[in-house]
């Protein structure tokens, strides 16, 4: 915060049209009177200050500016137009919006035992994949982050699956997780045990779709964590190592302690992506009609709402289900973030 | 830290409630578009501008796009194929709803086309005295709106046949002769003993798929999902009847596999079944799937559909009003569905002609299959065209119920549901559509 204090008096610049400010701002001036002559000088030097002050004051927001434009764009835009749509039935013959209907439409989704069924879907595959996720990628992290040979090759190899398309992954994946003719089972007839059908069991479908989540993300954040594990002081684990602290306690008592912030980070975007997942689930399926299998096993929140609208044609319903997922994913982050915070200075104490 | 983090959420803040402010704005006036039942504005090809055509599965038109596109320099055609008609319907109805995105030329599977028919006013008429009377009359009627506007032109009919593997018939003990097996199965009822006698002898199902069986009974259901006046009733005798044959016999005579999916797919090669109902069409996916004929793979069609005779399938091309190139997209649609031009996509795919004039034509019925034992496919198909007696109605909602029942006698094929449990989910997903 520079601004502010510099500016003093002429507080509120982007207020007021500058040419008006009352007397007594810090050039003991006023401009406003339409001076002459001798005066011309000192008003052109004036102007140049104020110029001045306002460019450190209006650089930064321009600066970040961009972002903001582009995000009422594509961002708060559309989820505004998303909130109007909700309030809309919808005229599905005719590809048009029917009458405004108020919150009927969120009455109607939450009423759905699909809905319910679906968030049931979404935590449960998020359980699946983040939890695993970020404890195994803190685990790869830390043993990269001890000498070793060829550093540079294992790294990018822990980065490779993220470097993948996920469609052809998943595509991939789904052949091997076919109930009949997948790898999977046919490696698991092999050892003697009974074959899964991963797209009929409902926990099932969600390990394997939570698979293609972790196979795809772990490496990518493992990555995270060591840039900021390597930030660490290695005068910290020198004196711990003295102390006789073991590697398991250096990891819980200065790694993590000291690597809160981009914890907090994975974590957070972490939950945002586990609660949106929906390429995986949409392209494992292996129904015709892409409802999250035929008795919407593995239907996620996210294909609830694609169903809802690009398949069954009820924008408004959709529009409805997308707001609700919108306040539930808001609602799961802030927890998430009041939670690992506590759990982690605790640790730090 | 902390002091920085509020902060830093603080001013984001601020711009948040200003954009929210613009976007409501702009919310309020976005609704009113242009009005979607406008043609586009016409405009000539310009150089390296094409024509441009979206159809699903297999149409079989590459080598005739080619053969326009080398006399037609002015108008050249390019194609899209989509794998999957669901897929393509989602696309479809997506890029209806933007009234953008949609290309000159739409391929329409034959269960959508009544909801197009019921909401013509965002579809070219294409009715022209030049292909009066070219097409079978329930074709023709199918594609015609009730003001009289020909919203498509047909392509193909999917007149049923049975397919079925007569080395695994004559393994189990069966009669395997294309003749002997059409007395067999003239009744649902003898086709399913006739399974039960199968399957005792046999390590293979009866039939490839709960879901593909349940859409060959379905097309002889006169009120399927609908009655005449378009209101929706599922409840009805004929649905029931197909319902409760279909997942009783689930568990002894399917597969269990769902259709078009790849365990479906691997079944034909792992001599997975042995019977499966054959539209025209169907024989390129079971030359697909099953590949080159080896290890005594025999397969054959029966003239014979049980209960009479049955449609599935067969589809049309619609040019959408948004297209800026409707005159020639008529012109090359006249052209494609000329029985010519079909009767070559039958020798070359399977697709059996909805055109009269194809249908009477020497050549097709001349046509026999080698990759199905010689069985004269011509005479087969024509026979099965006349034998359908039934047209099922289908409503604006027709398509999408069928999917919907579709997803249902998978959950029974698959054992995710009961057949009562899935039937109640069926019925909560058909009121969702209303």
Avoid at chain 2, 163 to 191: H, I, N, Q
Avoid at chain 2, 344 to 350: D, Q
Wanted: net charge negative.
């Amino acid at each position: 915060m520079t601004a502010p204090a510099e500016a003093g008096t002429a507080a509120q610049p982007g207020n007021r049209p500058a040419s008006r400010r009352p007397a007594g701002s810090r050039s003991g001036e006023d401009p406003g009177d339409g001076g002459r002559g001798g005066r011309r000088g000192e008003r052109r030097l004036l102007r140049r200050e104020r110029r001045a002050r306002w460019d450190v004051k209006l650089a930064p927001y321009v600066f970040v500016s961009p972002f903001f434009l582009v995000f009422a764009v594509v961002g708060m835009f559309p989820l505004a137009y998303t909130g109007y749509l909700s309030l809309y039935d919808w005229d599905r013959l005719a590809y048009a919006r029917g009458e405004f209907i108020g919150l009927d439409n969120f009455r109607w989704v939450l009423d759905d035992p699909l809905f319910t069924k679906s968030l049931v879907n979404t935590l449960s595959i998020f359980a699946m994949s983040s939890i695993p996720q970020v404890v195994i990628a803190v685990t790869v992290a830390a043993l990269l982050d001890q000498q070793l040979r060829g550093s540079t090759f294992w790294r990018i190899s822990v980065l490779l699956p993220f470097v993948v398309a996920p469609t052809a992954a998943v595509l991939i994946f789904g052949t091997l997780f076919s109930d009949r003719s997948g790898l999977v089972n046919e490696l698991l007839n092999s050892v003697g045990l009974e074959p899964i059908r991963w797209h009929v069991e409902r926990w099932w479908s969600h390990a394997a779709i939570s698979s293609m989540v972790n196979w795809r993300w772990t490496g990518y954040n493992a990555l995270i964590f060591l840039a900021a594990m390597q930030a660490v002081p290695r005068e910290v684990y020198e004196s711990a190592s003295l102390d006789g602290a073991g590697r398991v306690r250096q990891l819980f008592h200065i790694t993590l302690p000291m690597i809160r912030p981009t914890v907090i980070f994975v974590i957070v975007t972490t939950t945002i992506g586990g609660l949106q997942i929906f390429t995986e689930p949409r392209l494992f399926d292996d129904t015709a009609q892409r409802e999250g299998g035929a008795d919407h096993q593995y239907m996620t929140m996210t294909l609830y709402v694609y169903v809802k609208g690009i398949e069954d044609q009820f924008y408004g319903r959709a529009s409805a289900a997308a707001w609700l997922l919108f306040l539930f994913i808001i609602t799961i982050v802030l927890a998430n973030y009041a939670a690992t915070r506590w759990l982690t200075r605790r640790r730090a104490l | 830290m902390i002091k920085k983090t509020s902060r830093g959420i603080s001013r984001p803040g601020l711009g948040v409630a200003a954009t929210l402010a613009l976007a409501m704005t702009l919310a309020a006036c976005g609704g009113s578009g242009g009005d979607p039942g406008e043609s586009a504005e016409q405009d000539t090809l310009a150089t390296g501008e094409t024509l441009t055509i979206t159809t699903f599965g297999e149409f079989g038109y590459d080598a005739l796009i080619e053969e326009w596109n080398a006399e037609h320099p002015d108008v050249q055609v390019e194609q899209t194929k989509v794998s999957l008609w669901d897929d393509w319907k989602n696309e479809l109805n997506t890029n209806l709803q933007a009234n953008a995105g949609l290309p000159d030329i739409v391929a329409i599977e034959g269960d959508f086309m009544p909801a197009i028919v019921a909401a013509p006013d965002r579809w070219v008429d294409l009715s022209d005295e030049d292909v009066e009377g070219r097409w079978l009359e329930f074709k023709q009627e199918a594609a015609t709106a009730a003001d009289g506007q020909m919203l498509g032109y047909p392509t193909d009919a999917g007149p049923e046949a049975f397919c079925y593997r007569a080395d695994l018939f004559e393994e189990a003990g069966l009669p395997s002769d294309r003749e002997e097996v059409a007395k067999l199965m003239t009744t649902w009822d003898d086709y399913y003993a006739l399974g039960e006698q199968f399957t005792a002898a046999s390590d293979a199902a009866w039939y490839d798929s709960s879901g593909s069986i349940a859409q060959a009974m379905l097309n002889q259901v006169p009120n399927p999902f609908e009655r005449e006046d378009g209101t929706v009733d599922v409840e009805n005798e004929g649905l029931q009847e197909v319902w409760a044959t279909v997942t009783a016999n689930a568990e002894t005579l399917s597969t269990r596999n769902k259709q078009w999916n790849p365990d479906w797919e691997a079944a034909f090669k792992k001599d997975g079944f042995a019977t499966i109902p054959c539209p025209g069409w169907m024989r390129s996916n079971i030359r697909d799937n099953q590949g080159k004929l080896q290890d005594g793979v025999v397969w054959d069609i029966a003239d014979v559909f049980p209960g009479g005779g049955g449609n599935w399938g067969g589809s049309f091309l619609a040019v959408p009003k948004t297209s800026t190139h409707q005159g020639p997209a008529q012109e090359f649609l006249e052209w494609l569905t000329a029985p010519e031009q079909q009767l070559r996509v039958f020798a070359e795919l399977g697709n059996f002609p909805s055109q009269v004039e194809a249908l009477e034509s020497p050549e097709l019925q001349g046509t026999t299959d080698p990759y199905f034992n010689d069985a004269p496919v011509g005479e087969i198909y024509i026979n099965r065209a006349e034998a359908i007696d039934v047209q099922p109605f289908q409503g604006p909602l027709y398509s999408d119920i069928l999917g919907k029942f579709q997803a249902a006698v998978d959950r029974v094929d698959e054992g995710s549901a009961t057949p009562d449990e899935s039937w109640k989910t069926f019925l909560a997903d058909v009121d969702s559509l209303q």
